[in-house]
């Protein structure tokens, strides 16, 4: 497993997506600005092992985290994190060591700071606090959700939510992963996994290539996720739109993407 890999500091680039950065205000951002560090984030790096010190707060731009639950020898994931959220937020609550092995699913990028800096920051402005605290909460919603769907619901219904949230989460219908490592997160049978993919396909929900899965018409797989969806996106905030994708609010949109309106660059460069 990979660690992740520093591109440059915050100020160095034009733009910023992820949600929780940009809804803060500018007085707020300011401070941590200078603190950021941009860095890779590679398909399996681990950003957090279960039990041990969290060092980092990753604020994911673009890909996909799990957070996995290690219990008697396997895991399984309890959450995702994308450009909604971060990994290692659970500092605020006075969290030392964390509660799950973070690992990447889907690559991409993420802003990333220093626990003690962001302590000392939050210190000083209480809304950053305010705002992960918020997420917090969501995320615990996210994670109770989580538990109750693999025990109560029938494996397509679970396999039409996670990909619906994968796309929120990702801010895309294209979500680049194997059917091995889907069945192995949500503790599936990988023959299962395909043939619910294959119905889906037959009905025109999904496209399915080596490595990849094309969400094709969002609004019917929403319509055939579990009531999970319906829970998970309440807490987040996320409101559907008649293309059946979530808006993000308190957000400028830039070529389709959310990004802070104090900056002008496109937040996929």
Not at 15 to 35: G, K, Y
Not at 131 to 150: D, K, W
Not at 187 to 198: F, H, N, P, Q, S
Request: glycine fraction near 8%; include cysteine.
């Amino acid at each position: 497993m990979g660690e992740a890999f520093m591109i440059s500091n915050a100020h160095q680039l034009p733009s910023i997506r992820n949600r929780i950065l940009t809804t803060l205000s500018l007085q707020d951002f300011d401070p941590l600005r200078p603190l950021l560090q941009s860095v890779l984030l590679e398909d399996g790096c681990v950003l957090s092992e279960h039990g041990k010190r969290i060092e980092y707060v990753n604020f994911v731009e673009t890909g996909l985290v799990s957070l996995m639950t290690l219990a008697s020898g396997s895991m399984l994931e309890t959450a995702m994190v994308g450009f909604h959220g971060a990994v290692g937020a659970s500092v605020v609550l006075g969290a030392k060591t964390s509660m799950h092995r973070s690992v990447v699913s889907i690559p991409g990028k993420a802003w990333r700071i220093r626990v003690e800096d962001l302590q000392r920051v939050t210190g000083e402005r209480p809304q950053i606090r305010e705002h992960l605290l918020r997420y917090l909460e969501s995320l615990m919603i996210h994670g109770s959700q989580t538990a109750l769907c693999g025990v109560r619901h029938e494996l397509s219904r679970r396999l039409a939510c996670w990909l619906c949230l994968a796309c929120e989460s990702l801010g895309s219908e294209t979500v680049s992963i194997t059917h091995d490592h889907l069945s192995f997160i949500m503790g599936l049978r990988r023959a299962g996994v395909t043939e619910a993919l294959t119905r889906f396909e037959e009905v025109g929900l999904v496209r399915k290539s080596r490595g990849v899965l094309q969400v094709r018409d969002r609004l019917p797989l929403q319509r055939h996720a579990c009531g999970c969806y319906e829970v998970i996106a309440r807490s987040y905030g996320w409101r559907r739109s008649e293309s059946g994708s979530c808006d993000v609010p308190s957000s400028v949109l830039i070529n389709g993407l959310p990004a802070r309106q104090d900056f002008l660059g496109d937040p996929r460069s």
